[in-house]
């Protein structure tokens, strides 16, 4: 079955402190894309980062930072000194991508986490 | 490029009425797809498309849902006999797929703003 879990439902942060959201997926196929989107209080999916399955590098961008753990089906993210404009929803999504299950792509997203930035 | 883009952004409709939504996608990408998103979760999959040809179909898209997407280009989402179960954001998005051994490569989805649909 494919699944993304992202248990944290809300959480509050003053400005500057770190933050890490937590995702945790669940998949059948070996070769498979992990995505994170933002979704701000204008509600339009912001895209932020995709990774596939054979690449467990860390990444870093600017204040933001990805850890990939296979051995957990983990893909979490890390907002590095908060500002007020990360207040927002947080999506963590995965899509299959082997030829036997044909799924197209499509993603299967989490929850959301919703983050707010306090000043 | 202007992005993805969805119309009407906002649809108040009574129960039982037929609506009809659009979506112009990103010109150079050959995926397109529908989600639909209720508030506090994350987008649900309904449909996709690669180029004129609808491949997919979630079962949440009951046989009062159809989809087209004439030509490759735009596509349109259409919802027969609404319910009020039918509010919901429905949104777009469009992404370029490519095939490899064993394995399709997926970038990532572009989304548009959205069309709020509300069933009074």
């Known amino acids: 079955a494919q699944k993304v879990t992202q248990a944290q439902t809300e959480i509050s942060v003053v400005e500057k402190e770190d933050v890490t959201l937590d995702c945790v997926y669940e998949t059948r196929d070996t070769t498979y894309y992990l995505f994170w989107y933002k979704q701000p209080p204008s509600g339009e999916l912001v895209f932020l980062i995709r990774?596939?399955?054979?690449?467990?590098q860390n990444e870093i961008s600017g204040r933001y930072s990805w850890n990939f753990q296979k051995s957990t089906s983990s893909f979490n993210f890390t907002i590095t000194a908060s500002q007020v404009v990360d207040s927002a929803v947080y999506f963590c999504?995965?899509?299959?991508?082997?030829?036997?299950?044909?799924?197209?792509?499509?993603?299967?997203f989490g929850q959301g986490t919703e983050l707010s930035v306090k000043p | 490029d202007t992005g993805v883009s969805q119309n009407p952004r906002h649809k108040i409709t009574k129960r039982g009425q037929n609506v009809t939504f659009r979506c112009d996608p990103i010109?150079?990408?050959?995926?397109l797809y529908w989600y639909r998103q209720t508030l506090g979760q994350g987008p649900e999959f309904l449909t996709y498309f690669q180029n004129e040809a609808q491949l997919e179909k979630s079962r949440l898209l009951s046989d009062r849902f159809s989809a087209e997407r004439p030509k490759g280009s735009f596509s349109t989402l259409e919802i027969q006999r609404t319910e009020q179960g039918d509010s919901a954001m429905y949104l777009c998005?469009?992404?370029?797929?490519?095939?490899?051994?064993?394995?399709?490569?997926?970038?990532?989805?572009?989304f548009g703003p959205g069309t709020r649909l509300t069933v009074t």
């Open positions: 998005a469009s992404s370029l797929i490519t095939t490899g051994q064993g394995a399709i490569v997926v970038y990532e989805q572009y």
């Open positions: 010109s150079e990408h050959n995926r």
């Open positions: 990774r596939n399955s054979f690449d467990e």
């Open positions: 999504a995965l899509s299959e991508a082997s030829l036997l299950y044909n799924q197209g792509g499509k993603l299967i």
